[in-house]
């Protein structure tokens, strides 16, 4: 089920009826509880891309995601890809769960496991959180992670206005990331 929606989503197609159904088979706690990982970040990706959340899909998947059993499991992207699925349906915010994204996060070892694409959507959507979620802890793990040799240049044109968006709605001020990030706004490939 998690494939076809991704596969659905990542061609464009939004069939309503097609997203509906999959929606309210998804939504059987007992066949969620089934879905790995990766299924459920897949889920929350297609939803959002197409911007068809049916009432109830989300709140499911994350009590999915909170489980402490399955939580644990989460891969770093996985992670992500949840955050800004979250964030970018309006109506859709889950505090809870972005609350404990960024707990899980604050490890360096798995902010380091993320893909520049994968920073730059998880600080996106812990900005458009709001309030709620800010962690100076988190902010300074993810900077240490964006000031690491070469990471900055794995940004692509679409990664760093996401990333320097959210880093400058949650008021990060650091000198050494501000200017890896103009700098690589000014590389041949980003403008």
């Known amino acids: 089920l998690a494939n076809t929606a991704w596969a659905f989503a990542s061609l464009g197609v939004h069939d309503e009826a097609l997203m509906a159904a999959l929606a309210r088979r998804m939504m059987d706690p007992a066949l969620l509880a089934t879905f790995h990982p990766t299924e459920l970040a897949m889920t929350c990706w297609a ?23 399955g939580f644990a499991r989460f891969k770093a992207q996985e992670l992500a890809s949840t955050a800004w699925a979250f964030a970018i349906l309006e109506g859709h915010q889950h505090t809870a769960l972005m609350a404990a994204i ?6 360096s070892a798995l902010l380091a496991s993320l893909t520049g694409q994968g920073l730059a959507m998880l600080v996106w959507a812990v900005a458009a959180e709001g309030p709620g979620v800010r962690d100076e802890a988190w902010t300074t793990a993810v900077c240490g992670q964006l000031r690491r ?22 008021g990060v001020h650091d000198p050494a990331v501000a ?5 690589r706004v000014n590389h041949r490939d980003v403008l």
Do not use: H, N, Y
Not at 149 to 170: C, H, N, R, Y
Not at 179 to 183: D, I, K, Q, S, T
């Open 47 to 69: 939803f959002a891309t197409l911007r068809a959340a049916p009432e109830g899909l989300l709140a499911a998947v994350a009590e999915q995601v909170l489980r402490p059993q």
């Open 102 to 107: 960024v707990e899980r996060t604050r490890d």
């Open 149 to 170: 040799e070469g990471f900055i240049q794995t940004l692509s044109a679409k990664d760093v206005p996401m990333a320097v968006w959210g880093l400058a709605t949650l």
């Open 179 to 183: 200017e890896g990030l103009a700098e």
